[in-house]
């Protein structure tokens, strides 16, 4: 069955320093997958997609994820992290006809 | 830019009460969503539809029912509200299911 897991519930970072959250995948065939960021008190926003092609994605914001088949991941990184990037992040993949299966959240901090 | 909106923001019930969480659409999107928000877990797909009429059953449905009366506007029905469906709960549309999906802004549901 198809799953996402982001291995860390909570990440603290400096602000200007880089960030990067971790996104492993389980998927047969090749998957389409997003990363999505919630702002406190707000819906979901889409950050970035992939679609099989270039396994660099450029986002919004600064943000970049890469997709690697080998090790079923899709880490999302910025180079330089700002206070208002302090939010929850989903990463996310199709369920093949069906619907998005979401991971169950980092929660990035920015500390000053 | 796509506008998806829920209405009630926050609603409050007591234990066996009869709840309806609305949303609507309006960029013509043939899928609807609904998902449950909860600490630990994520977002959870309760149920979805392809259009007017239709709908699908998603990871989480016990205890939900869903209609989709228009291309725009698909409800979540709580029947016999429990305390374990207290959640934050998140509409979302898109184009098809393996696009990227629009999110409303939640309704934060209390079942006391």
């Known amino acids: 069955a198809q799953s996402v897991t982001q291995p860390d519930a909570r990440v603290t970072v400096s602000e200007g320093a880089s960030l990067q959250l971790r996104c492993k995948y389980s998927y047969f065939g090749t998957p389409y997958l997003f990363w999505y960021v919630q702002y406190p008190r707000q819906g979901l926003q889409l950050l970035l997609k992939?679609?099989?092609?270039?396994?660099v994605v450029q986002g919004v914001n600064g943000f970049e994820a890469e997709f690697s088949k080998s090790n079923s991941s899709f880490h999302l990184r910025k180079a330089s992290v700002h206070w208002s990037d302090w939010a929850v992040y989903f990463c996310a993949v199709n369920q093949g006809g069906r619907a998005l299966i979401f991971g169950t959240g980092t929660t990035v901090s920015v500390s000053p | 830019e796509a506008a998806v909106t829920q209405s009630p923001r926050n609603k409050v019930t007591v234990t066996g009460g009869n709840v309806t969480l609305s949303c609507r659409q309006t960029n013509s999107h043939n899928y609807m969503y609904w998902y449950r928000q909860d600490t630990g877990h994520g977002l959870r797909l309760i149920h979805y539809?392809?259009?007017?009429?239709?709908?699908q059953i998603g990871d989480v449905p016990d205890g939900y029912k869903a209609t989709r009366t228009t291309q725009e506007d698909f409800f979540l029905l709580l029947e016999l509200a429990s305390p374990s469906q207290t959640s934050l709960y998140f509409c979302?549309?898109?184009?098809?299911?393996?696009?990227?999906?629009?999110f409303g802004p939640g309704t934060r549901l209390t079942v006391l």
């Open positions: 979302a549309s898109s184009v098809d299911w393996g696009d990227e999906q629009y």
């Open positions: 992939y679609y099989p092609g270039d396994p």
């Open positions: 539809s392809y259009g007017a009429g239709n709908l």
